[in-house]
């Protein structure tokens, strides 16, 4: 079995098609070597080519949320979900049968999810799993090659937030008890930014000219 089966998005898209490509891995389905192996590779391969489209495409994704696969697992896909296609389409193309289902999804879904947060190609993803030997591999791996974010300066941390076309606020802190400031931003082609502050004392905020510098 070629581990890299390429198929057109055009074929994806088709009524049908998606779910019964994902039906036939789950009910293939067997205790496979996460570290290689061929048929576990051919699975991840085409999962990741099916997210790609789903993740952009509603009516897929409509699809995909409306099967009666799902029936009976606690989990089942909404539309606002869209953006992490990849963890819903592996999880289908594993199935729900106990731990050993739950491992496997979570595993291939931490090895691919990197690659489809880079909006890689299925034939990169598969240069990876070849160099490096395998999903596990590919987890330490890009772990391993995840840039580090230097860590702020809190002793004199600015923040200029622009909303809603207003006039930018600029948002003040010094260092004494600690705070937490969680920051999500997501954009329309579904990527998502976070950010975390370590903040101390309670922010203030002060509102400024849009041309002050900080």
């Avoid at 048929?39 to 995909?64: F, G, P, S, T």
């Avoid at 799902?70 to 731990?99: C, N, T, Y």
């Avoid at 329309?188 to 002060?206: N, S, W, Y």
Wanted: proline share 6%; aromatic share 6%.
């Amino acid at each position: 079995m070629d581990d890299l089966v390429k198929i057109e998005p055009s074929e994806i898209v088709k009524p049908g098609k998606a779910i019964g490509l994902l039906s036939e891995l789950r009910d293939q389905q067997t205790t496979l070597d996460e570290k290689g192996g061929k048929v576990a590779r051919h699975a991840m391969l085409l999962a990741y080519q099916i997210a790609l489209v789903a993740r952009y495409n509603e009516d897929l994704w409509h699809e995909i949320c409306g099967s009666d696969r799902w029936e009976g697992f606690r989990r089942r896909p909404k539309m606002a979900d869209q953006p992490d296609a990849l963890k819903f389409v592996v999880r289908l193309s594993v199935g729900f049968h106990g731990i050993p289902a739950d491992q496997t999804s979570s595993t291939r879904t931490r090895a691919m999810r990197p690659a489809y947060e880079r909006h890689e190609t299925v034939q990169e993803l598969k240069r990876l799993l070849d160099t490096q030997g395998g999903a596990e591999r590919l987890i330490a791996w890009e772990t391993k090659c995840k840039p580090k974010v230097p860590e702020a300066d809190t002793k004199n941390l600015a923040v200029l937030l622009k909303m809603n076309g207003k006039l930018p606020r600029r948002i003040l802190q010094d260092t004494e008890s600690r705070y937490m400031l969680n920051i999500t931003i997501g954009s329309r082609r579904g990527q998502i930014i976070e950010a975390r502050l370590d903040m101390a004392k309670p922010l203030f905020i002060v509102p400024v000219k849009p041309e002050k510098p900080l």
